[in-house]
Each structure stands twice: as structure tokens, then as C-alpha cells.
């Protein structure tokens, strides 16, 4: 038999805005405030519940769900960390993290990953990477009827003075006692068009070499 369920939910309204549920922790004036927990009921021999947050429906614009970390009036902000589950059998992988945005008819959404900018010091960095040895992959999607999406790696520029710009590298990857990866730069093939162009310059100056 299924165990009962709980339920928080905002009271409905025929015309008006439906109220809100929150659930929240203790504050606190001089301790750590409490914390707030929300999670999926785990099983001994089946799958562990899951965990849905989802944003409303609308008959015109539909509701976003934000995630944030809390601020710091000294210290450091507060993170956001997503992770999937690891996995313990002898041949079981850990979960997968996806970030995508839905269809649509016209357009789809956009997926947007930056770090902060700093007043005075460098900007927040930003890593991609897979574990030992699995592939990584970056891509656009290409389009039935208009032109393919493009893709760019640019590093950042400097308004400080005699500061150098930013470096973008792209090199293969090494090897202890075999052959070292490879690095290719090429421009996209057609089947009835031309080929695309690859192109390899150096930067210009207004006053020096």
C-alpha cells in the first residue's frame, strides 16, 4: 500500500492571483538560519521517488522557476550546486544533468551559462570538463529551412591599460607513451554549394607590430 501524501499548496481564485505556498527556514539575528529541505522519499528495493519543480502554466506566458543562492552581506554569496546521484552496482553509471529548453514553433528557447563580473578583479571563471576520459562535445543545432546556428569562442578583451587580452587555446590532448590528440579547424562541407572556409589570423594593432 502506498504511504499518505502530504500537500502545501496556495489557495485557487476565480479572477484574482492564486496565493503562494513557501516553505522556508528559521531566521535567525545572530546564529546560521535554518534550513529548508524538499526531497523524494527513497526505497530499499525499487526506484527512489523523483522530485519535480515546475512552473505554472499560462494561458498566455508560463511561470519560470529560479533557483538562487542566498546573498552575503560580508562573506561570500551562497551556491547553487546541481549533481546527479552516483551509482553504487558493480555496472551502474551515475545520473545524467541536462540543461535544454523545449520546442517551439517559431523559436526555441535559449540556454545561457555565465559567471558574475567583478568591479575591481577578475570575473568568475568557468569549466567545462568530463571525467577521465569521456568526450566532450560542443555543438549547434542545425535547421531544416534556415541557415545553421553558429558557433564562438572568443576570449575577453581589457579596457585596463598595457593589459593583454585574454588567450583562447585549443590543442589536443597529450599522451604519456602513444600518439598525442589531434586539433582541426575546418570549414563545414555542402553538398551542392560551396565548402565552407577555415580561417587563421593574427591580431592587428593600431600603433604596434
Given at each position: 500500500?502506498?504511504?499518505?501524501?502530504?500537500?502545501?499548496?496556495?489557495?485557487?481564485?476565480?479572477?484574482?492571483?492564486?496565493?503562494?505556498?513557501?516553505?522556508?527556514?528559521?531566521?535567525?539575528?545572530?546564529?546560521?538560519?535554518?534550513?529548508?529541505?524538499?526531497?523524494?522519499?527513497?526505497?530499499?528495493?525499487s526506484?527512489?521517488?523523483?522530485?519535480?519543480?515546475?512552473?505554472?502554466s499560462?494561458?498566455?506566458?508560463?511561470?519560470?522557476?529560479?533557483?538562487?543562492?542566498?546573498s552575503?552581506?560580508?562573506?561570500?554569496?551562497?551556491?547553487v550546486?546541481?549533481?546527479?546521484?552516483?551509482?553504487f552496482?558493480?555496472?551502474s553509471?551515475?545520473?545524467?544533468v541536462?540543461?535544454?529548453?523545449?520546442?517551439?514553433?517559431s523559436?526555441?528557447?535559449?540556454?545561457s551559462?555565465?559567471?558574475?563580473?567583478a568591479?575591481?578583479?577578475?570575473?568568475?571563471?568557468?569549466?567545462?570538463?568530463?571525467?577521465?576520459?569521456?568526450?566532450?562535445?560542443?555543438?549547434?543545432?542545425?535547421?531544416?529551412?534556415?541557415?545553421?546556428?553558429?558557433?564562438?569562442?572568443?576570449?575577453?578583451?581589457?579596457?585596463?591599460?598595457?593589459?593583454?587580452g585574454?588567450?583562447?587555446l585549443?590543442?589536443?590532448?597529450?599522451?604519456?607513451?602513444?600518439?598525442?590528440?589531434?586539433?582541426?579547424?575546418?570549414?563545414?562541407?555542402?553538398?551542392?554549394?560551396?565548402?565552407?572556409?577555415?580561417?587563421?589570423?593574427?591580431?592587428?594593432?593600431?600603433?604596434?607590430?
Open positions: 500500500m502506498a504511504g499518505g501524501t502530504s500537500l502545501v499548496s496556495g489557495g485557487s481564485s476565480a479572477s484574482g492571483v492564486g496565493g503562494s505556498a513557501a516553505v522556508s527556514g528559521g531566521m535567525s539575528r545572530s546564529g546560521a538560519g535554518g534550513s529548508a529541505s524538499l526531497g523524494a522519499g527513497s526505497s530499499d528495493e526506484d527512489g521517488g523523483s522530485l519535480d519543480l515546475t512552473g505554472g499560462g494561458g498566455s506566458a508560463g511561470g519560470s522557476v529560479r533557483v538562487v543562492g542566498g552575503g552581506s560580508a562573506g561570500a554569496g551562497g551556491s550546486l546541481m549533481s546527479s546521484g552516483e551509482g552496482g558493480a555496472s553509471s551515475s545520473g545524467s541536462s540543461l535544454s529548453t523545449a520546442d517551439g514553433s523559436s526555441s528557447g535559449s540556454v551559462l555565465s559567471t558574475g563580473s568591479g575591481e578583479g577578475d570575473g568568475g571563471s568557468m569549466t567545462l570538463s568530463t571525467g577521465s576520459g569521456g568526450p566532450l562535445s560542443i555543438s549547434v543545432g542545425a535547421s531544416g529551412l534556415g541557415e545553421g546556428g553558429s558557433a564562438s569562442m572568443s576570449a575577453g578583451g581589457t579596457a585596463a591599460p598595457d593589459m593583454a585574454g588567450t583562447s585549443v590543442s589536443g590532448g597529450s599522451s604519456a607513451s602513444g600518439v598525442g590528440g589531434s586539433a582541426a579547424v575546418s570549414g563545414g562541407m555542402s553538398r551542392s554549394g560551396a565548402g565552407g572556409s577555415a580561417s587563421l589570423g593574427a591580431g592587428s594593432s593600431d600603433e604596434s607590430d
